[in-house]
Structures are given as C-alpha cells and as structure tokens.
C-alpha cells in the first residue's frame, strides 16, 4: 500500500509525497522520484500509473505535489519555488529511506522533469540518473525557446521517453541536442504518441500495451544502469 511522507520546504510550508513500495519479489533496490506536470498534481490517472506500474516492476517510486498543487492552485509557482519544493522532497527521501545516493534516480513528467533536469545540472546531488516522461524542449509552437542549455552539466545518465508527436518537442528536435551531450543519454520513441503519451484509436497497440512496454523499458533502464556503477 502507498504511503504518505510529509515534506517541509521551507518553515511555513509542506507538500505531500507518496511512497510507492516496491512489490516486485525481485527488487531493484532504487528509489525514483517522479514530478507531475504542470496540469494536473500527483493523484492524476498518468501519475498513479507510472507509479504503481514501476513499483510492481520492483522500483520503489515516491510522487509528490508541487506547492500549488498541494493548495489547489492552478498557476505554477515561480522556478526558484518550484527547484525549492523539489530539492526538499530529495532531502527528506534520502534522510528518512536511508537510500544510497548512487540508487536514486529523479524525473517526472513535463515540467516536473524539467525541474529535475535543473537540480542535476547544478551538481550538487549525486544521482543514478533521470527519467523524463515526456520533456518539454520548448513551448508548442515556440521552437526557439528551446530549454535544453542546462542539459549539458548533467552528468548523470538520462533516460528521454518522448512522444514522437510531441508538440512541446519531437524525438527528431531532441536528438541533436542529446546526441551533443558527453553523458549517457537515451531516448525511446513512442511511435505516434503525444506529450501524454496518448496515440490516435487506430494505432496497433492499446493504451495499455503502449504503457506497459514504456514501464518495462523504464524499468529495465533503471536496473542496467545500476548494474553498470
């Protein structure tokens, strides 16, 4: 059963985050962090499926609610509030799980793994890498307000899931930003999905083929990168 951890990130305020266990007899012995998008908190239908589904492949995975969310705002908090609340939730995770450095990873979907990507470029966490559903490269429609600059100081690996009809940014705009990068990266196209990974009724796959192949990758990313240290 999920469970509930209070985080305080600053003195007046605290965001709730959800403990996923691991439930897998075979156990991966790493812990993900996953951020919500901008739109929708860490109770949203994408958010539990990702974390039920990795913790049923053996990855303990911790969600959390961003401080608007968690006070029913709609409007995201300014960077440095949102860098803030996410840098607290790491900081609790390792204090309370006792959870090697070099076996937990960080992410989220959309914005959230734009803010992840941001706290590991400043290098002052040692992290197992990154898991990014769907990263917004730029705004839709705004191809050169790209926000991928940051991406070169990370030095962890990076696991880039992305919609090949992603209108925050395609598999074939990624790819050269990724490919300039010294760190491990890696990118799993989900062949005619969007930024949610929705794909059209006529394609081959169901939408719940679709997820279950993307966990399996995630997950198996996860483990042989670990293996790796």
Known sequence: MPELLNVRFNPHDTVTATVYPATAQDQAKITLILAHGAGAGQASEFMVRFAEGLSDRGIETITFNFYYKEIGRKIPDQNNKLELCYR??????????????????????????????QLAADGSTELLGLVFL???????????????AHLAHIKAPMLFVQGSRDAFGTPDELRPIIDAIA???????????????KVPKSTRLTQSDLYTAILDHIALWLRQTAAAI
Request: aromatic fraction near 4%; charge should be positive.
């Open 88 to 117: 607290a939730v790491i900081d609790t995770v390792l204090e309370t799980k006792k959870i090697p450095k070099d076996r937990l990873a960080i992410g989220g979907k959309s914005m959230g793994g734009r803010i992840a990507s």
């Open 183 to 197: 760190t491990r990266t890696d990118l799993y196209v989900v062949d005619r999905a969007d930024h949610s990974f």
């Open 134 to 148: 769907g990263y917004p490269l730029h705004p839709p429609s705004k191809p050169e307000q790209l926000r991928a």
